[in-house]
């Protein structure tokens, strides 16, 4: 079984199950919906821009997140539960996860792009524009959340996931600078992947 394969098997395996009972279609479809489009653009470019096995492995973890989070719900997350009891907090921290993806994962995609594309020159510039990248992407789908909430009303609550917390929004972008300031730790792996896939043919 190939990288490929297996690839597929896992994402479309937990899409499935995800599918199956989840807690509130609605929510489901708005949490999966992402890792669904993302799938699309991996087939469209597949052939004249095909990313680093690192960066797909990486958009497969955060699908897997995306699935989960859609078939539990963020705030209803059974291991995220356990915690909650164990450490006596006051909410179910799993949308923080996801969050944290929303900056890690993006962050080495637009860093694929732009050293691939020849954006911008300069490490420096380079990691600053990734992370604006980021918060500017977390900032949006905050925006979203509030567009989805202004729209359906109650049934959003569990979508916006912020179980009371005042400070959510501007929390939930953190956790995003923080995941896109992390991945650049993967720069070096990164950049010895990205030199085998430019050396290949028809690249």
Same mark, same amino acid.
């Given at each position: 079984?190939?990288?490929?394969?297996?690839?597929?098997?896992?994402?479309?395996?937990? *899409? %499935?199950?995800?599918?199956?009972?989840?807690?509130?279609?609605?929510?489901? =479809? &708005?949490? @999966?919906?992402?890792? !669904? $489009?993302?799938?699309?653009?991996?087939?469209?470019?597949?052939?004249?821009?095909?990313?680093?096995?690192?960066?797909?492995?990486?958009?497969?973890?955060?699908?897997?997140?995306?699935?989960?989070?859609?078939?539990?719900?963020?705030?209803?997350?059974?291991?995220?539960?356990?915690?909650?009891?164990?450490?006596?907090?006051?909410?179910?921290?799993?949308?923080?996860?996801?969050?944290?993806?929303?900056?890690?994962?993006?962050?080495?995609?637009?860093?694929?792009? *732009? %050293?691939?594309?020849?954006?911008?020159?300069?490490?420096?510039?380079?990691? =600053? &524009?990734? @992370?604006?990248?980021? !918060? $500017?992407?977390?900032?949006?789908?905050?925006?979203?959340?509030?567009?989805?909430?202004?729209?359906?009303?109650?049934?959003?609550?569990?979508?916006?996931?912020?179980?009371?917390?005042?400070?959510?929004?501007?929390?939930?972008?953190?956790?995003?600078?923080?995941?896109?300031?992390?991945?650049?730790?993967?720069?070096?792996?990164?950049?010895?992947?990205?030199?085998?896939?430019?050396?290949?043919?028809?690249?």
């Amino acid at each position: 079984m190939n990288g490929k394969t297996l690839w597929l098997l896992v994402f479309f395996g937990t *899409l %499935i199950w995800s599918a199956i009972n989840p807690h509130d279609y609605f929510i489901w =479809f &708005l949490e @999966v919906f992402p890792a !669904l $489009a993302g799938f699309a653009v991996l087939v469209l470019t597949r052939r004249r821009f095909p990313l680093t096995p690192l960066v797909y492995l990486l958009i497969l973890i955060h699908s897997i997140i995306l699935m989960v989070g859609g078939h539990y719900t963020y705030s209803e997350m059974p291991l995220f539960e356990w915690f909650k009891e164990i450490f006596d907090l006051q909410r179910n921290n799993n949308d923080k996860v996801g969050h944290f993806a929303q900056g890690f994962v993006p962050a080495m995609i637009a860093r694929e792009v *732009l %050293i691939r594309k020849n954006v911008i020159n300069g490490k420096g510039w380079l990691n =600053f &524009l990734i @992370v604006c990248f980021c !918060l $500017a992407l977390s900032a949006f789908y905050e925006l979203i959340e509030w567009w989805v909430a202004e729209l359906s009303g109650d049934s959003a609550t569990a979508f916006l996931a912020t179980q009371g917390y005042v400070w959510d929004t501007q929390s939930d972008m953190l956790m995003a600078l923080i995941g896109a300031v992390t991945a650049l730790l993967l720069s070096r792996t990164h950049d010895r992947q990205l030199s085998i896939l430019i050396k290949m043919p028809n690249q």
